[in-house]
């Protein structure tokens, strides 16, 4: 009754960390949102991010394509790939912020960052979560700043060397200094975009991957298979969630890099094709932009899809351990002298200690997931062999991870798409340059 009572009293407290807060762990967060103009948490932030989106998004790049693209100039200022240029940066821009913007209007930005749950994890989930929405932006920094140098050193140098006049303030300087600086904001923006969302999906599935490293030191305590296969389950539904919200975004993310890709494939190896690094320089930091923001997504879903697998191989290691100690072996023949039997039965969990220091050299990183450590026998003493066969059984029929329409996203997905994918550049490079 007591211990009832001390739950009741704890969860107004609970309860209370759910409800937003202007200076709470998302108030860094929200302000670069906010000055991003991305906030659509009112009427008015609601109609500035759709203008900016507009303006920066379509309007800019149409403008550039059809009034600065000089098609006149000398050889070195032609832009003969500037249409697919626009094209890749603004379609995938208009995908990743239509996906945010419903993603902050039906969800709010704590329950899609899955703040309201944390109540309910350990304090070393929510400290690691935290940390790691605190380096997001950082990430995103990492990202954009290295490609955004090169294109704002590309714009500066093609509007200084005198690659076009365009006269609209009087002042041809004056006028170039606006038109560089307007495209290098479009470019900005539609790349910001693309790599928050990638970003946002690498948070949610890190938030995930350390609830799966909590959940796994249930395998190391007593504890009983009702509460590990609800906290599983509980694990199960939140991935759910997370595929069905991304599935779109991921889906048409890979189309549009997939296609802008062979584009970009086609365009430059025509025989005709005039290559240069003034010609393919924009070309390229614009795929090497989708590139990387695809990767941050394939990534992050196969890493959990991982993760998620490491529980059933834990659980099957639980399941052996707990097996082998509870084994009582028959009555020994008394013709088997007895130290015998003791040598045999000590190479059970026999580990030679001159060789793990040599392994641990061969062997990466290990978590509570994947290692190679037995678990001590205290951890399953009061569970039988019949509920732990039906756990291990369960998770080796209940598969967890990231989806896309029913496709687990793991490595094998993954393997399969670069097969694909290799498979269509050596059919295309067949076509254009000859490859058989």
Same mark, same amino acid.
């Given at each position: 009754?007591?211990?009832q009572r001390?739950?009741?009293?704890?969860k107004?407290?609970? &309860?209370?960390?759910?409800?937003?807060?202007?200076?709470?762990?998302? /108030?860094?967060?929200?302000?670069?949102?906010?000055w991003?103009?991305v906030?659509?948490?009112?009427?008015?932030?609601?109609?500035?991010?759709?203008l900016?989106?507009?303006?920066f998004?379509?309007?800019?790049?149409?403008?550039?394509?059809?009034?600065?693209?000089?098609s006149?100039?000398?050889?070195? $200022?032609?832009?003969?790939?500037?249409?697919?240029?626009?094209?890749?940066?603004?379609?995938?821009?208009t *995908?990743?912020?239509?996906?945010?913007?419903?993603?902050?209007?039906?969800?709010?930005?704590?329950?899609?960052?899955?703040?309201?749950?944390?109540?309910?994890?350990?304090?070393?989930?929510?400290r690691?979560?935290?940390?790691?929405?605190?380096?997001?932006?950082?990430?995103?920094?990492?990202?954009?700043?290295?490609?955004?140098?090169?294109?704002?050193?590309?714009?500066?140098?093609?509007?200084?060397?005198?690659?076009?006049?365009?006269?609209?303030?009087g002042?041809? &300087?004056?006028?170039? =200094?606006?038109?560089?600086?307007?495209?290098?904001?479009?470019?900005?923006?539609?790349?910001?975009?693309? %790599?928050?969302?990638?970003?946002?999906f690498?948070?949610?599935?890190?938030l995930?991957?350390?609830r799966?490293?909590?959940?796994?030191?249930? %395998? $190391?305590?007593?504890?009983?298979?009702?509460?590990?296969l609800?906290?599983?389950?509980? @694990?199960?539904?939140?991935l759910?969630?997370?595929?069905?919200?991304?599935?779109?975004? @991921?889906?048409?993310?890979?189309i549009?890099? +997939?296609?802008?890709?062979?584009?970009?494939?086609?365009?430059?190896?025509?025989?005709?094709?005039?290559?240069?690094?003034?010609?393919?320089?924009?070309?390229?930091l614009?795929?090497?932009?989708?590139? =990387?923001?695809?990767?941050?997504?394939?990534?992050?879903?196969? !890493?959990?899809?991982?993760?998620?697998?490491?529980?059933t191989?834990?659980?099957?290691?639980?399941?052996?351990?707990?097996?082998?100690?509870?084994?009582?072996?028959p009555?020994?023949?008394?013709?088997?002298?007895?130290t015998?039997?003791?040598?045999?039965?000590?190479?059970? %969990?026999?580990?030679?200690?001159?060789?793990?220091?040599?392994?641990?050299?061969?062997v990466g990183?290990?978590?509570? *997931?994947?290692?190679?450590?037995?678990?001590?026998?205290?951890?399953y003493?009061?569970?039988? %062999?019949?509920? !732990?066969?039906?756990?291990?059984?369960?998770?080796?029929?209940n598969?967890?991870g990231? +989806?896309?329409?029913?496709?687990?996203?793991?490595?094998?997905?993954? /393997?399969?798409?670069?097969?694909?994918?290799?498979?269509?550049?050596?059919?295309?490079?067949?076509?254009?340059?000859?490859?058989?």
């Amino acid at each position: 009754m007591d211990a009832q009572r001390v739950v009741l009293m704890a969860k107004p407290k609970d &309860i209370s960390r759910t409800k937003s807060s202007a200076h709470d762990e998302l /108030h860094s967060f929200r302000s670069w949102l906010r000055w991003m103009c991305v906030d659509q948490s009112n009427c008015w932030t609601f109609c500035l991010s759709w203008l900016v989106f507009i303006v920066f998004a379509i309007v800019i790049p149409v403008l550039s394509h059809f009034y600065l693209a000089c098609s006149d100039c000398d050889n070195r $200022h032609a832009r003969p790939y500037d249409t697919l240029v626009q094209l890749s940066l603004s379609s995938i821009a208009t *995908l990743s912020f239509v996906c945010l913007s419903q993603f902050v209007r039906i969800y709010g930005l704590r329950r899609f960052l899955f703040f309201d749950k944390l109540c309910n994890e350990s304090e070393t989930v929510r400290r690691g979560y935290t940390e790691q929405l605190n380096s997001s932006l950082k990430i995103v920094f990492i990202f954009v700043a290295p490609c955004f140098t090169a294109e704002a050193a590309y714009k500066i140098w093609w509007y200084s060397s005198g690659a076009t006049a365009i006269p609209f303030l009087g002042n041809a &300087i004056v006028s170039d =200094a606006v038109a560089c600086t307007l495209e290098l904001c479009s470019w900005l923006y539609r790349t910001v975009v693309f %790599f928050l969302v990638c970003v946002l999906f690498r948070l949610i599935c890190h938030l995930q991957i350390l609830r799966l490293q909590d959940f796994a030191q249930v %395998f $190391h305590v007593e504890s009983d298979v009702e509460s590990v296969l609800r906290e599983h389950l509980r @694990i199960r539904r939140h991935l759910r969630i997370i595929s069905h919200r991304f599935r779109v975004f @991921i889906l048409w993310a890979l189309i549009l890099v +997939t296609v802008s890709q062979f584009a970009s494939l086609l365009d430059t190896t025509r025989s005709t094709a005039d290559l240069s690094i003034f010609k393919t320089g924009e070309l390229a930091l614009v795929s090497v932009s989708l590139l =990387a923001g695809l990767m941050i997504l394939l990534r992050s879903a196969t !890493r959990i899809t991982h993760k998620a697998l490491g529980v059933t191989c834990l659980a099957t290691k639980w399941h052996v351990c707990a097996t082998i100690e509870s084994y009582d072996p028959p009555d020994v023949d008394m013709e088997t002298p007895p130290t015998a039997m003791g040598v045999m039965g000590n190479q059970v %969990f026999r580990r030679d200690a001159s060789s793990s220091s040599s392994d641990n050299e061969d062997v990466g990183s290990e978590d509570e *997931l994947d290692n190679d450590k037995l678990i001590p026998a205290y951890a399953y003493s009061t569970i039988s %062999f019949q509920k !732990r066969q039906a756990l291990v059984t369960y998770f080796e029929n209940n598969r967890a991870g990231i +989806t896309v329409f029913g496709f687990m996203l793991d490595r094998t997905t993954l /393997h399969t798409i670069v097969m694909i994918e290799m498979s269509l550049v050596l059919w295309l490079l067949g076509k254009t340059v000859g490859i058989s």
